[in-house]
């Protein structure tokens, strides 16, 4: 490992006098040919910025009675350097379906193991097979660390405002630890709402760099309360805004959480005129139920069934609650993807026919949309579909 590193310094100070030497070539001086500087300059950026890196478990720590933190080390290589807030994406094999999972890192940069942070999900696929299955020893094969999901102080300005909902802490788990390290920037609110009391991930954690660090505020708000808790109470919204965020003006708001808090919270900054430049979220995945959102095409139900074919490669049905990623998945059509939510544009097909609605806020550029692009991980068909993966 250590030689890995001294590696990657030695290719990194050898490419920064490549550099300089083309900027400013010298008679007197021997400099690298133009491919050589390149092919280093591309390894350098492979090693800083791995498109994948292989992952063993070293440690499942539980957090409480549905979630767990999840300690890999990497085997192929030193960690690359990450941005708290950044995810890396696990490429799982479950049974006979080949798929992907986002997770938050937890763990600040400069570890030498990256934390997972994830939740048990009733019903869900990937979770459950992570909780239920997966030992110490485990390999798997991930992203490199990817997401805009983080603190910018060139333009993040004034007092930050963390609204984490259930595991959407995560990320300003790492942020916070980071500052720990580096100083904090200004002061921190973290306003985490969680359903009940212990459902709180990191709760003496966080109770720690309370009381360690003037510059941080941890509010916990519980949604579904025991008879005799006492703290605060209810959903992450204006009502708490109110009584804990004194001028919205001076702030920048980092909100995290399921997509019905992320929303709620976001409309709850906009009626206190808060101007959408100064909000930032984060989505883990699409609804629970599609059909729930307001331009959800009423006359379409989530079991209805349709059919997607996948040129050259068959077709096969599908309803209408399910995002077109997880029904190609699940009949073994592969098609890469990292984020799964809108934002990353890995999963794109060409829709050659038929009609998908497609989740809004998705990142899709204009232009691929005037080519019929769309990002299969959070469209979902409302009508019998024809796609074509080489998009």
């Not at 063993?56 to 941005?83: M, N, Q, S, W, Y």
């Not at 204009?366 to 991980?377: K, L, V």
Request: some cysteine; hydrophobic content about 40%; charged content about 25%.
């Amino acid at each position: 490992m250590r030689s890995e590193l001294r590696s990657w310094w030695a290719d990194l100070a050898q490419t920064a006098r490549g550099l300089r030497e083309l900027a400013r070539p010298r008679r007197d001086e021997a400099t690298d040919d133009h491919e050589t500087l390149l092919e280093r300059t591309q390894r350098l950026v492979e090693r800083l910025h791995p498109p994948r890196m292989r992952l063993r478990l070293v440690e499942r720590i539980a957090e409480t009675p549905t979630a767990c933190t999840l300690r890999f080390e990497r085997t192929d290589g030193p960690l690359p350097p990450f941005r708290p807030g950044q995810y890396v994406s696990l490429s799982l094999r479950i049974g006979e379906v080949a798929t992907t999972r986002p997770y938050s890192i937890s763990s600040a940069p400069g570890n030498a193991q990256l934390d997972l942070t994830l939740k048990l999900k009733p019903g869900g696929f990937a979770s459950p097979y992570l909780f239920a299955e997966v030992r110490p020893g485990w390999e798997v094969s991930a992203s490199g660390p990817a997401g805009s999901f983080v603190f910018e102080p060139l333009c993040d300005r004034g007092e930050l405002v963390f609204f984490a909902g259930g595991s959407g802490i995560t990320p300003f788990m790492s942020m916070l630890r980071h500052f720990t390290r580096v100083g904090f920037p200004s002061r921190v609110l973290l306003l985490y709402g969680s359903r009940r009391a212990d459902d709180v991930l990191f709760g003496a954690e966080l109770e720690q760099l309370r009381a360690a660090h003037r510059a941080l505020e941890v509010v916990s708000v519980i949604s579904e309360p025991d008879e005799g808790h006492r703290g605060p109470t209810g959903l992450l919204g204006a009502e708490v805004i109110a009584r804990y965020v004194s001028d919205v003006a001076s702030k920048t708001f980092l909100v995290c959480g399921p997509e019905g808090m992320n929303r709620h919270v976001e409309s709850a900054l906009r009626s206190l005129g808060v101007p959408a430049h100064k909000v930032r979220r984060e989505s883990f995945g699409p609804p629970s139920d599609v059909t729930a959102e307001s331009d959800w095409p009423p006359t379409v139900t989530a079991a209805q069934e349709f059919t997607i074919e996948v040129e050259g490669r068959g077709s096969f049905a599908t309803h209408a609650g399910e995002t077109l990623l997880s029904a190609l998945e699940r009949h073994g059509v592969a098609v890469p993807s990292i984020c799964r939510t809108g934002g990353c544009a890995d999963c794109r097909l060409r829709l050659l026919q038929g009609r998908v609605y497609v989740l809004p806020g998705a990142g899709v550029r204009e232009s691929d949309r005037a080519a019929g692009i769309i990002h299969s991980c959070v469209s979902y068909a409302i009508s019998d579909v024809r796609v074509a993966t080489d998009r």
